[in-house]
Each structure stands twice: as structure tokens, then as C-alpha cells.
């Protein structure tokens, strides 16, 4: 059973910033790419970032140039470094993992940017 708890959302005023964290219960190395991943309010989830186990990179346009994607194999935890946050951005946001088995989400975690 893979585990993925997401913290680090909150409330945060336009142009500020917040790092998300996603720990997972495996070793991280288990999995061939790992993501985030939000949903607006009323609206479908869309991919934000991935990364690969070899540690290549992609974003979502929206965000390319404030958003930063990483990982800690040794924390077993996934990271998104959030800076210039605009009210876009308000959303629930999501860790995702694949590997072989299968494909696994946390619950999520509420980011609200807004003065």
C-alpha cells in the first residue's frame, strides 16, 4: 500500500509564496514519476508538474518560471516551491505517484491566494 500526504497549503496574499510538501511512504526511487496536480474551484484537475525518477522536469505553462518542482530521496518527500502566487492559482493541489503497480494520490492539500 503507497501512501502520499500532501502539506503546506494555506492562505497567501498575490506575489507571495509556499512550498507544498508530499511524503511518501515509499522509497521514492519506487516510483517512475511523481507530480503535482491541482483542481479549481469548479473546475477539472489539471497537471501542474512531474518529475522523473532520473529527475527531468515539466510544467504546465501557467506555471513555468514560478513553480519549482523537487525531491528529497532521502526524506521520501516531493516538493513544490510556489513563488509570484496569483489568485489563478487558488486550488485544491495534489500529489500523484506512478510506478508498475499502479497510480496513487493523496488527499490533498487547500492553496487560496487572495487579499
Known amino acids: 500500500q503507497v501512501q502520499l500526504v500532501e502539506s503546506g497549503g494555506g492562505l497567501v496574499q498575490p506575489g507571495g509564496s509556499l512550498r507544498l510538501s508530499c511524503a511518501a511512504s515509499r522509497n521514492l526511487f519506487s516510483f517512475n514519476v511523481m507530480g503535482w496536480y491541482r483542481q479549481p474551484p469548479g473546475k477539472q484537475r489539471e497537471l501542474v508538474a512531474t518529475i522523473t525518477s532520473r529527475g527531468s522536469t515539466n510544467y504546465a505553462d501557467s506555471v513555468k518560471g514560478r513553480f519549482t518542482i523537487s525531491r528529497d530521496n532521502v526524506k521520501n518527500t516531493m516538493y513544490l516551491q510556489m513563488n509570484g502566487l496569483k489568485p489563478e492559482d487558488t486550488a485544491d493541489y495534489y500529489c500523484?505517484?506512478?510506478?508498475?503497480?499502479?497510480?496513487?494520490w493523496g488527499r490533498g492539500t487547500q492553496v487560496t491566494v487572495s487579499s
Open positions: 500523484n505517484a506512478v510506478r508498475t503497480e499502479g497510480s496513487y
